[in-house]
């Protein structure tokens, strides 16, 4: 089994622009799902981006509609994060299963079999 691993996150000023990257090579050779996930302290986490892998359809909450891009190159899953406001402040979570993705009319369901640890972004005003 191969681990999730997120990096990329940082400081950055409203209005620029972080990469995050999760490796996910267990998940991203068959027809699987891998989510991006945000939480602050005292929130819930939210599901903020979602690939299928292989087919590669996405999702993307609301919140970040325009501004945020998922995408998979091989065993890495991206999300490109632009025009950055200080809402979007968080931990970020790499999660990944087999499957189709997890939706509702909610969002993306936080229902994965794995995890990364996280990676912080911080937006700063």
């Known amino acids: 089994q191969v681990p999730l691993l997120e990096s990329g996150g940082g400081s950055v000023q409203a209005g620029g622009s972080l990469r995050l990257s999760c490796e996910a090579s267990?998940?991203?050779?068959?027809?699987?799902?891998v989510a991006w996930f945000r939480q602050v302290p005292g929130k819930e986490r939210e599901g903020v981006a979602a690939?299928?892998?292989?087919?590669?359809p996405t999702f993307y909450a609301d919140s970040v509609k325009g501004r945020f891009t998922i995408s998979q190159d091989k065993s890495t899953v991206y999300l490109q994060m632009d025009s950055l406001k200080p809402e979007d402040t968080a931990m970020y979570y790499c999660?990944?299963?087999?499957?189709?993705?997890?939706?509702?009319?909610?969002?993306?369901?936080?229902?994965?079999?794995?995890w990364g640890q996280g990676t912080q972004v911080t937006v700063s005003s």
């Open positions: 267990k998940y991203t050779s068959r027809h699987n799902c």
């Open positions: 999660a990944a299963d087999v499957g189709p993705c997890p939706l509702s009319s909610d969002g993306i369901v936080a229902d994965f079999a794995d």
């Open positions: 690939i299928v892998t292989g087919g590669r």
